[in-house]
Each structure stands twice: as C-alpha cells, then as structure tokens.
C-alpha cells in the first residue's frame, strides 16, 4: 500500500477476496515484510490487484516477490577477538578465539572446546547467543546467514568485568571480524521445474528453460507429449507463465517446488550487492 489510507483499504480487499474466492490466498512474507497473493495464475491476479484499485481504492506497488536469498561462508577462517569496555564503575571484557568453517547439512552448530576453564561455563551459552543473534543479517546483503560451525577453543575472562553481555559482543564482534576473511557468498533457491507439452514444442520449452539459467535434468516422452525436468533459479521464474504460454500455443504448462539452496555465479552476486547494497556493520555495545 502507498499509504496509510490504503493499507486499510487493501486488508479490507484481501479479506473479501479470500472469502468470495478459496484459490486466492494471501500472507506477510515474515522475511521482507511484503503482503503476498498468491492464486490460480497471473492473469487472475492481476484482476483481483485492479480490483483493489477500483472497487477498494486501494492504491498499491505490485512488484515480483523479493526471493528469500541466503548467506553462507565457503572457507575455514580463525577468529580471536576482545571485547572492552571502560566506563567508570565495572566496564565490560570478554575474549573469545576459535575458527569458523562451513557446516555442509544444517544451519548452524557451534562447538565449545574450551579447556582449562579460561572461559567460564557460566559465559558459554552468552558467547553461543551472540553468535545466534548475528546470523539473522549477514553482511554482504543482509540476508540470513546459514550453513555454519562455529568452533570456540580459547578465551579470557576477567574476575570482574566479565559478564554474558560482555562476552555476547565479544562473539558480535569476532563474527563481524571474520565473516569477510571466511569468504561468504550468496546462496539462491533453486526449483526443480517440470515442463509438459506436445512433443512438437518441445524445442520451445528448452529454450524458454535455458534463458531463464536453468539446467535440463531429464527428459520424459509419451505418446506425442513431452516432459522436460530442470533445475531453475526462483529468481528467473517470475512471468514463467505467460512465456512458456506465448512460446507453445498455451498447449504447455509446468509445476515448480523448492530443491535447494545454491551459490549464485558471480555476475548475479554483484548485482544482488549493488542493488541490497553490503548493510551498515552493526555498532557494537
């Protein structure tokens, strides 16, 4: 919504329309924050967002969805990093040193290997916390950060000034501190897409595919009709529909689902980082 006023108008629509019409649906991606229908095509949707405009007078930006990138390092990388603070009274101090690696299943481990007791126990999960709490914003385009060890084998700690919030932004900072020397990089979803259509089009499928960066996985013929399997970025799919329909006659169509999370080729990741722009490093407290 462009405003105030329409964004009351706009959730008075939705509502309706998911009442009057059940393969109309509507949610809040909890990651961008933007209002998403989803339904029968795009020329149903794009009825129902005119709709909005002249029944509601619901004035909205409609763009392509944002796709949920992820972030993730591809190298091992070590960290030592203090955290000190001075400001009158009791200050703040924590050390932390370990390395960081990247984690091929799972979103995140952390692995304490401190021995000696330089680390107190009591400041173990405070160190585990400010790890968790960084990787919600990776810092190349402040997408979730995922796939990652965190191995913590050495430390201080100081009789007084030590405390879980100092030994937190000790973790913050070692993180800020070796994300970039552990190489992160983007990672895209991919969806596994399968085209069917007469044989005869066949050609004009592949090639709307291909455009669009996809990698052919398999190929299926039946009876004069054909199925063409590939792997395609999210990011290259939006108008998928009417493409393919122009391409074919609309004799073709396709179902698409999530396969997996994998890096973007380098011309991609620059544009992802002009556009998203590297976020500000977190002021460290």
């Known amino acids: 919504p462009v405003d105030r ?30 209002t998403i229908i989803s339904g029968m095509g795009e020329l149903h949707l794009d009825v129902y ?40 009274g009791s200050g703040q101090y924590g050390r932390v040193a370990g390395y960081v690696e990247p984690l091929e299943n799972g979103e995140f481990e952390f692995v ?26 990776g810092r190349l385009i402040g997408f979730p950060v995922t796939g990652l060890r965190v191995v913590l084998n050495d430390g201080a700690t100081h009789a007084v000034d030590s405390s879980d919030n100092a030994f937190q932004s000790a973790a913050r ?14 990672l895209e979803p991919i969806m596994a897409v399968s085209v069917e259509g007469p044989g005869e089009f066949q050609g004009a499928f592949v090639k709307t595919v291909m455009q669009r960066r996809g990698i052919i ?11 063409v399997d590939a ?7 939006f108008g998928y529909s009417t493409v393919l329909r122009s391409a074919t006659q609309g ?21 992802l980082i002009k556009k998203y722009g590297t976020p500000e490093k977190d002021d460290e407290d």
Request: net charge negative; charged share 30%; aromatic share 10%.
């Open 5 to 34: 006023k329409a964004e009351g108008n706009l959730a008075k629509a939705l509502q309706r329309f998911s009442k009057e019409d059940p393969t109309f649906r509507t949610h809040v991606d909890h990651e961008s924050g933007e």
């Open 49 to 88: 967002v005119e709709r909005m405009k002249r029944e509601y007078k619901a004035e909205v930006e409609v763009g392509q969805p944002q796709v949920a990138y992820r972030e993730a390092i591809s190298k091992r990388a070590d960290y030592n990093y203090t955290h000190k603070k001075q400001t009158g």
């Open 112 to 137: 304490n290997e401190i021995k000696g007791g330089v680390i107190g126990t009591e400041f173990i999960p405070a160190v585990e916390k400010g790890f968790r709490a960084v990787l919600e914003k």
């Open 173 to 186: 900072g070692a993180f800020n501190e070796v994300y970039f020397k552990a190489k992160p990089q983007i």
């Open 217 to 227: 996985v398999g190929t299926t013929e039946s009876e004069g009709f054909v199925r």
């Open 231 to 237: 792997d395609v970025p999210l990011s290259e799919m």
């Open 251 to 271: 004799q073709a169509e396709f179902t698409m689902e999530f396969s997996r999370y994998s890096p973007v080729p380098a011309e991609v990741s620059e544009e």
